[in-house]
């Protein structure tokens, strides 16, 4: 793995370093650039955004790694990785426990994000309240999403630049959302690639292992398919009309996984393609740049 301090910053095309000093320096190089850092401090690269994630290497010596108070688990090469949520505050910590009892302290800066908003002037249509069957149907649904994302496979893919898994015109983009009377509704938590028909295969994004594969339409994703890149770092497709792979498999980036459809809830053909990090949902397009 090369060092982190040269590693791009994807769609932004720059690397973000975290450098020792008094207090936090923050230190801006081109892509291409390398920085020296001393052995004591947390390097970090990637898209400090909202939606965005950063690879970063633990100083030696380090027992401990947290992200906002909570425990993040580091390789044996000291590496790690970090991601924020779609509505991540300004201000994140990464903090690091050594063994001489001392600790390293890095406060990251997360940029905000302009959000697709459309603002509609009257309430949502009420719909018909879910019935009971549904309700238990859909509960057993989520325990199985819920269950695979509790998945560690030990995978490596989150150390990879990932790549599209299908090619066709972006008929829906993270983060959009509506408003209702002022009101927020729910923001879209994937992009969708819409490629005109049924049937059209789509790949791994990277290396990963397979952590769902729906033998039955869900109700609201249809056949779904997870896959797990390893450190808490998941993707998943909905809608899908035919799941290539099983659950347990080992895939590697590239592999044609799947063909794209439109089951479950969706008005045509398309890939819905979502990647999130624990509890935090990401911008897919911040892992791969813009569709070439």
Known sequence: MRPLAAIGLGLAGAALLLAAGAGVNRLRANAGNTARL???????????????????????????LTFNDKPVVVAPDRSFFVAFDRDAGAEARVVA???????????????????????????PRPGTPPSEAYRIRREGELKQINAARAIDSGSQGW???????????????????????GVPGS?????????????????????????LAASSAFSLEGYLLMIDHGMGLNSAFLHCSQILVRQGEAVKQGQIIGRIGATGRATGPHL????????????????????Q
């Not at 923001?187 to 952590?211: C, E, Q, R």
């Open 272 to 291: 819905h393609w979502s990647v999130k990090w624990r509890d935090a949902r990401l911008d897919p397009i911040l892992f791969t740049g813009p569709m």
């Open 159 to 181: 150390r990879q630049r990932f790549v599209w898994p299908a090619k066709g015109r972006l008929s829906g983009v993270f983060g959009s959302q509506r408003i209702y009377n």
């Open 38 to 64: 001393a052995p004591g401090d947390i390097a970090l690269a990637g898209e400090l955004t909202q939606g965005g994630w950063a690879r970063g290497t633990a100083p030696a010596g380090t027992v401990e």
């Open 97 to 123: 426990r050594l063994a001489d009892g001392g600790a390293v302290i890095r406060k990251l800066a997360i940029a905000p994000r302009a959000w697709r908003l459309e603002r509609i002037p009257i309430g």
């Open 187 to 211: 923001y879209h938590s994937g992009t969708d690639i819409a490629t005109g028909a049924s049937g059209t295969p789509f790949a791994a994004p990277a290396d990963g292992v397979v952590i």
